[in-house]
């Protein structure tokens, strides 16, 4: 079939991205869904950094590439042996399929799959090979998902069904913000009522964790961030207190607020420096948790003597240490009864042809989650 859907030449295209455009839209050739794989309709799919990371290089893909990972749809086609979803079916997508066979997946690590992680690294499906094509060139698929189309062909075990009547522009969210930045907190922090817990990085993920702190029963909740726009909007989220990290005391402030630093610091900022801040706000036998993805070359400098004599953890989570066919329901339910109120974190509606300006926004760190609205 033929379809629209965004597709990445090149990374390192100059800023402005609304100039140099390295998004375009082209009609694509889609495949039927092979064995195991899924045809869907893109609904509504979320703008994250880890797209920005691939168009400006930071994390390099092959190329070309039809961009996107977060996002939620319609089920259109099943390919053989998929029994367990319908026509009709709500979905969201998850960026990292799990086989469910290989070791992290035997231990319950699904986040950690190996072949999935393989297959991502590759631009192809779990199955192996790309399903998308651009005249005779084949496209390489973004993290087994490429959503920001009209339609897709993904993994069977990329796809989480969802309550219909969950609107498509909060459900897209769920897979990939909501997934990471919770699950950091109440899976890979393992965070329990009354413990104190700072932010560092507000973006859609980092947002995410305040909330899930928030759910968790963390106290404090600290939020950081070096924009006034994001502190004001953790603020409103619930009882969380707010520092700015371009304040020269900023550390000296979280410490003071957490009675010495928190029990657990969580960095969604994604760079080293950011990370640091976190490290340094973190108490005597507290733990730092990293979702970040900055730069392959980027490197943090740890006092090993403070590790030691401190009973110091520094932890790295992916997709909040996550079982997306577990935790996805969960969340949708504390979304639902009020206690997750991710739908706070969309900050732009656009459509596909808005995307390159919309990068520039989330690149100039104007904008908290930005979703596309599609079909």
Request: glycine fraction near 12%; hydrophobic fraction near 45%.
């Amino acid at each position: 079939m033929k379809t629209t859907a965004a597709v990445l030449s090149a990374m390192g295209a100059p800023r402005p991205y609304a100039g140099s455009r390295p998004l375009r839209l082209a009609t694509v050739a889609l495949q039927p869904p092979g064995p195991g794989e899924v045809l869907i309709a893109v609904r509504a799919a979320g703008l994250c950094h880890s797209d920005l990371s691939v168009i400006n290089g930071d994390r390099p893909r092959p190329m070309p590439m039809a961009l996107g990972h977060e996002a939620a749809g319609v089920v259109q086609a099943l390919g053989a042996g998929v029994d367990d979803l319908s026509v009709g079916d709500h979905v969201v997508t998850v960026f990292m399929p799990s086989c469910g066979a290989c070791a992290p997946c035997a231990e319950g690590r699904p986040a950690l799959c190996e072949p999935g992680a393989k297959a991502n690294g590759a631009g192809e499906l779990l199955a192996g090979g790309r399903r998308i094509a651009d005249g005779d060139q084949s496209l390489n698929h973004h993290l087994g998902c490429s959503v920001f189309a009209e339609h897709a062909v993904v993994s069977r075990r990329s796809l989480v069904p969802i309550d219909p009547d969950l609107p498509f522009e909060h459900a897209a969210l769920f897979g990939c913000a909501v997934l990471t930045g919770v699950g950091a907190v109440v899976n890979t922090a393992q965070v329990r009522p009354g413990q104190s817990v700072v932010v560092v990085g507000l973006g859609g993920v980092g947002l995410a964790s305040v909330l899930g702190a928030l759910a968790a029963g963390a106290s404090p909740v600290v939020a950081v961030d070096l924009g006034e726009d994001k502190l004001a909007l953790a603020r409103t989220l619930g009882p969380v207190l707010t520092v700015n990290a371009a304040d020269a005391d900023a550390i000296d402030q979280v410490r003071a607020l957490t009675g010495g630093g928190a029990e657990v610091a969580v960095e969604m900022a994604g760079s080293a420096r950011a990370l640091d801040a976190a490290w340094r706000m973190t108490r005597r036998g507290g733990l730092t948790v990293t979702a970040g993805l900055p730069p392959p070359d980027a490197a943090l400098a740890v006092n090993i003597v403070s590790l030691v004599a401190e009973e110091r953890t520094l932890k790295g989570s992916y997709i909040g240490t996550c079982v997306p066919s577990r935790d996805i329901p969960r969340y949708v339910r504390l979304f639902k009864d009020g206690r997750l109120p991710v739908d706070r974190l969309i900050s732009d509606m656009i459509g596909l042809q808005d995307l390159n300006a919309a990068f520039d926004r989330l690149a100039d760190g104007h904008a908290v989650r930005q979703v596309v609205r599609i079909g």
